[in-house]
């Protein structure tokens, strides 16, 4: 499943994170190998169409955040407005422990919340897609910090920058909180959320 989805970010042209430490070192396959998979991988690529730009954004789009179809769809159909679009995506649970530095990559983040290892405002949260509001501190449950996936989180969160509208309050016993909400102003992503759009108003 791993090799599967290496070969989608070379396919896509994007380091879409799907490996934790991997995807930040040299022996990233994406940077390794940026052509794309296949025999015929590093021919030249045929001009891409509309269409096909708008597929691949939107497929960049579903891995970064670990989504379905069926849920980008829905997601879409019920909001025109891309800021809009983008807080609800960027103020999941999942997504918020993984730029607060609490999992090396969105996959891993998604993993932690299901298994229970994450708080929000002391309490356990076991959905992905919890939205994450203003004031909402999140934390690491102190019983999961004594598993060997958590023994370098507190020497790793001193490296740790997140956006703007996040804040680590606590290194120790890690803590975190949403004092703000998502701002596109600055925000870089490796895909194009306008052509997603497009996507789904065909």
Not at 3 to 20: D, H, P, Q, T
Not at 101 to 106: E, I, Q, V, W, Y
Not at 124 to 137: A, C, I, L, M
Request: aromatic fraction near 8%.
């Amino acid at each position: 499943m791993e090799k599967i989805k290496e070969k989608k970010e070379r396919s896509l042209g994007a380091n879409l994170f799907v490996k934790a430490t991997r995807c930040n070192s040299p022996k990233c396959a994406f940077a390794r190998r940026p052509s794309r998979p296949g025999p015929h991988g590093q021919k030249r690529r045929r001009p891409v169409s509309e269409f096909g730009r708008q597929m691949q954004e939107k497929q960049k789009l579903r891995f970064t955040y670990g989504l379905t179809d069926k849920q980008l769809m829905n997601l879409f159909g019920k909001n025109k407005n891309k800021v809009e679009i983008m807080k609800t995506l960027e103020h999941r649970l999942d997504r918020v422990v993984f730029l607060l530095g609490f999992a090396l990559s969105p996959r891993v983040a998604r993993q932690y919340v299901s298994h229970g290892h994450i708080l929000v405002d002391g309490r356990k949260v076991t959905v992905s897609s919890f939205r994450v509001r203003v004031k909402n501190e999140v934390s690491i449950r102190p019983e999961s910090l004594k598993l060997k996936i958590f023994e370098d989180i507190h020497e790793r969160l001193k490296s740790v920058s997140p956006p703007p509208w996040l804040k680590i309050r606590n290194i120790e016993e890690p803590m975190g909180e949403c004092v703000g909400e998502f701002s596109p102003e600055g925000s870089q992503f490796s895909f194009d959320v306008n052509l997603v759009g497009e996507f789904y108003a065909r």
